[in-house]
């Protein structure tokens, strides 16, 4: 992200800001509600535009990419959501499944793929269970195997830990970490200092608008 700034109709945004996430890096994004972290998520997978400068993620730049191409940019891209967006009346395999589906992967690598992501997020004998058939902590979980399962060059997760326990937050984090070690990047925000604090990872601190890259 070079000098963008993006502002709402409406209201505040985001101000020249300037950071490179390297591959396989884990990042934390912090600062107080309203400071502009979702923005800053929205612009990397290009559901917004800048209006100055330039986000670029992977090989797409936000000067150059054609609107048909960012579905292209969002299969790079596993997005992690504080309030899960799993389909109510799909199961945990048919949540999971969807990315897959919708890039045309076939019947049989589908279910290898689906049951590995559950495997990997400990959620194997759930696969028929509705989103609201699983704790919040399940819940989030599944949503990492729906992003894992696209295999991901970064994985973006937006207060992934907002709606959990302390300790099943904590949970979460380590597994992001192990996915992180695995090779793909994470960029996570967060307003739980506590959570984050000591995790030996690089923090990105913003305050209205205006980021601080540590
Ligand atoms: N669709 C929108 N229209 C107008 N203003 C918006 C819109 N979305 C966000 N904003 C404003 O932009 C600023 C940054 O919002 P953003 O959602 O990026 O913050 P955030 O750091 O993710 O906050 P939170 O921790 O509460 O999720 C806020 O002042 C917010 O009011
Ligand atoms: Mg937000």
Same mark, same amino acid.
């Given at each position: 992200?070079?000098?963008? $700034?993006?502002?709402?109709?409406?209201?505040?945004?985001?101000?020249?800001?300037?950071? &490179?996430?390297? %591959?396989?890096?884990? !990042?934390?994004?912090?600062?107080? $509600?309203?400071?502009?972290? &979702?923005?800053?998520?929205?612009?990397?997978?290009?559901?917004?535009?800048?209006? +100055?400068?330039?986000? !670029?993620?992977?090989?797409?730049?936000? =000067?150059?990419?054609?609107?048909?191409?960012?579905?292209?940019?969002?299969?790079?891209?596993?997005?992690?959501?504080? =309030?899960? @967006?799993?389909?109510?009346?799909?199961?945990?395999?048919?949540?999971?499944?969807?990315?897959?589906?919708?890039?045309? $992967?076939?019947?049989? =690598?589908? +279910?290898?793929?689906?049951? #590995?992501?559950? %495997?990997?997020?400990?959620?194997?004998?759930?696969?028929? @269970?509705?989103?609201?058939? *699983?704790?919040?902590? #399940?819940?989030?979980?599944?949503?990492?195997?729906?992003?894992?399962?696209?295999?991901?060059?970064?994985?973006?997760?937006?207060?992934? !830990?907002?709606? *959990?326990?302390?300790?099943?937050?904590?949970?979460?984090?380590?597994? *992001?970490? +192990?996915?992180?070690?695995?090779?793909?990047?994470?960029?996570?925000? +967060? @307003?739980?200092?506590? *959570?984050?604090?000591?995790?030996? @990872?690089?923090?990105?601190?913003?305050?209205?608008?205006?980021?601080?890259?540590?």
């Amino acid at each position: 992200m070079e000098n963008v $700034t993006y502002s709402y109709e409406k209201g505040y945004g985001i101000k020249n800001v300037n950071f &490179t996430i390297d %591959d396989s890096e884990f !990042t934390f994004l912090i600062g107080p $509600t309203g400071s502009g972290k &979702t923005t800053i998520m929205k612009l990397i997978y290009m559901a917004l535009f800048p209006q +100055s400068g330039v986000v !670029t993620t992977g090989k797409f730049s936000s =000067d150059k990419i054609k609107k048909r191409k960012i579905p292209f940019l969002r299969r790079k891209i596993g997005m992690i959501f504080q =309030d899960y @967006h799993l389909l109510q009346d799909r199961n945990l395999y048919e949540n999971i499944a969807l990315p897959l589906y919708v890039v045309g $992967t076939s019947h049989s =690598d589908v +279910s290898e793929r689906v049951e #590995e992501a559950i %495997d990997q997020v400990s959620l194997t004998g759930k696969e028929e @269970h509705l989103p609201n058939e *699983l704790s919040g902590g #399940e819940q989030q979980r599944a949503c990492i195997a729906r992003a894992l399962v696209k295999e991901p060059e970064i994985i973006l997760a937006d207060e992934p !830990t907002g709606n *959990l326990d302390p300790i099943t937050s904590f949970e979460l984090l380590k597994l *992001l970490e +192990s996915v992180n070690h695995e090779g793909t990047a994470v960029l996570m925000a +967060s @307003h739980n200092y506590n *959570l984050i604090k000591g995790r030996g @990872h690089r923090i990105m601190e913003i305050q209205q608008g205006i980021l601080r890259n540590n």
